[in-house]
């Protein structure tokens, strides 16, 4: 697979094709899926297996993930919370591809949600958390990011709502360390 064909059929159409849509001043959360529409899928369908999809979905959030914080520039950016979400499990059931989403929680708030989500944990871990983990640490992304997980029932819908969110670990500086 050539990465220009990529960039043509999957990035150039997608809202990230401009970085500057992850600083557009949110006033809440967001969540910015890596490919928004199913058939841009068959791209990587034709070139890969379902597992291997999922995997290299994975690893390109990665790299946008590094992408946007080396492109913050402000204490306001620095103040964002910047992760890779799960918020439909739909495709993975279907296809058998986890679609992940950039997701940015803006300004100082974003402290807050991130504490409420690993307050609600529960100790034992779901099969969608498993597969989240397990597809990370094919990328050797397991031990960088922190997974949690949030679900609650809709009665509504009469459904469950699952949202994974893998957050990057926080690296302690050395002292001294700029």
Do not use: W
């Given at each position: 697979?050539?990465?220009?064909?990529?960039y043509?059929?999957?990035?150039?159409?997608?809202?990230?094709?401009?970085?500057?849509?992850?600083?557009?001043?949110?006033?809440?959360?967001?969540?910015?899926?890596?490919?928004?529409?199913?058939?841009?899928?068959?791209?990587?369908?034709?070139?890969?297996?379902?597992?291997?999809?999922?995997?290299?979905?994975?690893?390109f959030?990665?790299?946008?993930?590094?992408?946007?914080?080396?492109?913050?520039?402000?204490?306001?950016?620095?103040?964002?919370?910047?992760?890779?979400s799960?918020?439909?499990?739909?495709?993975?059931?279907?296809?058998?591809?986890?679609?992940?989403?950039?997701?940015?929680?803006?300004?100082?708030?974003?402290?807050?949600?991130?504490?409420?989500?690993?307050?609600?944990?529960?100790?034992?871990?779901?099969?969608?958390?498993?597969?989240?983990?397990?597809?990370?640490?094919?990328?050797?992304?397991?031990?960088?990011?922190?997974?949690?997980?949030?679900?609650?029932?809709?009665?509504?819908?009469?459904?469950?709502?699952?949202?994974?969110?893998?957050?990057?670990?926080?690296?302690?500086?050395?002292e001294?360390?700029?």
């Amino acid at each position: 697979m050539k990465l220009t064909k990529l960039y043509l059929k999957i990035i150039s159409k997608e809202p990230y094709n401009d970085m500057n849509v992850f600083f557009s001043g949110f006033e809440s959360s967001d969540e910015i899926p890596l490919i928004s529409r199913r058939h841009r899928l068959k791209l990587l369908q034709k070139s890969m297996e379902s597992d291997k999809i999922s995997d290299f979905l994975i690893g390109f959030s990665f790299f946008l993930m590094n992408s946007i914080k080396a492109l913050s520039t402000t204490q306001e950016d620095n103040d964002t919370l910047f992760a890779v979400s799960f918020p439909d499990f739909d495709l993975l059931a279907e296809e058998g591809v986890l679609m992940p989403h950039i997701f940015v929680y803006p300004g100082a708030d974003s402290t807050d949600f991130a504490a409420k989500i690993k307050a609600k944990q529960k100790y034992e871990s779901s099969r969608e958390l498993n597969v989240v983990k397990k597809h990370f640490a094919r990328c050797n992304l397991g031990t960088i990011f922190d997974f949690y997980e949030s679900r609650f029932h809709d009665s509504a819908s009469g459904e469950d709502i699952i949202r994974i969110y893998a957050l990057p670990k926080k690296l302690e500086r050395k002292e001294g360390a700029p």
